[in-house]
């Protein structure tokens, strides 16, 4: 099964996110299919890019997108 969900990256107490496609069974920052955007928690407020047609492409293919994932997406108005 295909996922969309965050992975870490950043430096120690700086994280940032990217949002990605990768497969179930791949660890969280292991490998991964494709980036379809960025998370940015510590911006003031919270930067959140996502490619849309990306996304919907993805969502369209039946990729299943993660609780947190999900809200990004909901705040990037991909998903209603």
Not at 7 to 35: H, N, Q, W
Not at 39 to 60: C, G, I, R, S, T
Request: charged share 30%.
């Amino acid at each position: 099964m295909v996922k969309i969900r965050l992975t870490r990256m950043g430096a120690k107490k700086r994280p940032f996110y990217r949002l990605i496609v990768a497969d179930s069974r791949a660890p969280r920052d292991g490998r991964f299919i494709e980036i379809i955007g960025y998370y940015d928690p510590l911006a003031e407020p919270a930067k959140v890019v996502v490619d849309v047609d990306k996304a919907n492409d993805w969502l369209q293919k039946g990729a299943q997108p993660s609780e947190t994932a999900k809200k990004v997406l909901k705040n990037a108005g991909v998903i209603a």
